[in-house]
């Protein structure tokens, strides 16, 4: 990385708010432990911690963004697997923490391996060929979306 690119994005980080810092550096650390978290557990177990962190309160916007902007720069800075539950679960808990109500959402969608042609999904039924299971998580807090679920259509299978 060249100097001034380095200068560049201290001088950013520098021009951020104490509070955005510290969800900054708290997103970072939780991005790690929940990745660890994952890794080691098998889900049974930490569904439970995510079903049972939920606020009580409603909150502004701005607040809500804030928080996304931290999760979205501690994800730029790890490239995990599974990115969307890990930052959908540290979400959840700053949410938590700040005593904001929150919806985790869980969702799946088959999609087809073989991409080669314009119609793959037909192909698929009639050759049999396996198509696999993507799945999304994604948090919300009211109508926004701290974590997003994105443009795809995603069937909704359990609201925590």
């Known amino acids: 990385m060249e100097l001034s690119v380095l200068r560049s994005k201290l001088s950013r980080f520098n ?16 991005f790690i432990v929940f990745k660890v978290v ?15 962190q939920n606020g009580k309160n409603e909150t502004s916007i701005e607040t809500l963004k804030i928080i996304r902007t931290a999760i979205q720069r501690a994800s730029n800075l790890t490239k995990f697997k599974n990115n969307c539950l890990v930052s959908s679960m540290t ?38 060929k396996p198509s696999k299971i993507d799945a999304h998580a994604w948090l919300t807090a009211g109508e926004y979306e701290i974590v997003k679920k994105g443009t795809s259509n995603f069937k909704e299978l359990l609201v925590l």
Request: no cysteine; charged share 25%.
């Open 91 to 128: 979400a959840r808990y700053i949410a938590s923490k700040m005593d904001i109500k929150t919806e985790f959402h869980i969702g799946a969608k088959m999609s087809v391996t073989n991409n080669n042609s314009s119609n793959v999904e037909a192909e698929s039924k009639t050759n049999n």
């Open 38 to 52: 994952i890794a080691i557990l098998p889900f049974k177990y930490y569904i439970k911690f995510i079903k049972r």
């Open 15 to 30: 021009n951020l708010s104490m509070i955005e810092k510290r969800l900054f550096f708290l997103s970072l650390f939780l």
